[in-house]
């Protein structure tokens, strides 16, 4: 292909994609068909994984803080945040079950629900 049969400039393509792309994001936003929500519910507050640690193995982690912390929520393992505390997720495995605070006795009938005399409000504070 010669000089003169090029019609368009790679910087002009490049240019027009850019735009392309920033009026489709205009025009979706001002019709409004991209949903902003505000509600928290089912809102993902991190992803987490398990590291599987034997007696006597090593592992390297971060010395770093994470800015989360872990409570006890009716019988349930609850992350929240160290900002804002009153905001809690409870942490679900990849079928949304809830993880556990403790291992429930065999003759509980509903795991959920505290023992008496067990204190839910954060007795298990991690």
Same mark, same amino acid.
């Given at each position: /292909?010669?000089?003169?049969e090029r019609?368009?400039?790679?910087k002009s393509?490049?240019v027009t994609?850019? &735009?392309?792309i920033?009026?489709?994001?205009?025009?979706?936003?001002?019709s409004?068909r !991209?949903?902003h929500?505000?509600n928290k519910d089912?809102?993902p507050?991190?992803?987490?994984?398990?590291?599987?640690?034997k007696?006597?193995?090593?592992?390297? /982690?971060?010395?770093?803080?994470s800015?989360?912390?872990?409570?006890?929520e009716?019988g349930?393992?609850? !992350?929240?945040a160290?900002?804002?505390?009153?905001?809690?997720? !409870?942490?679900?495995?990849?079928?949304?079950r809830?993880?556990r605070?403790?291992?429930?006795?065999?003759t509980?009938r509903d795991?959920?629900?505290? &023992?008496?005399g067990d204190?839910?409000?954060g007795a298990?504070?991690a």
């Open positions: /292909m010669s000089d003169n019609r368009f400039t790679v393509l490049i994609g850019v &735009a392309a920033v009026g489709t994001v205009m025009v979706l936003e001002a409004g !991209i949903d929500s505000d089912h809102a507050v991190g992803e987490f994984t398990a590291i599987h640690v007696p006597g193995d090593t592992f390297r /982690m971060s010395r770093k803080s800015e989360l912390h872990a409570v006890c009716n349930y393992l609850a !992350i929240a160290d900002v804002d505390p009153s905001f809690r997720g !409870i942490l679900v495995d990849y079928k949304n809830g993880v605070c403790a291992r429930p006795s065999p509980d795991p959920a629900v505290p &023992a008496a204190n839910a409000s298990g504070d």
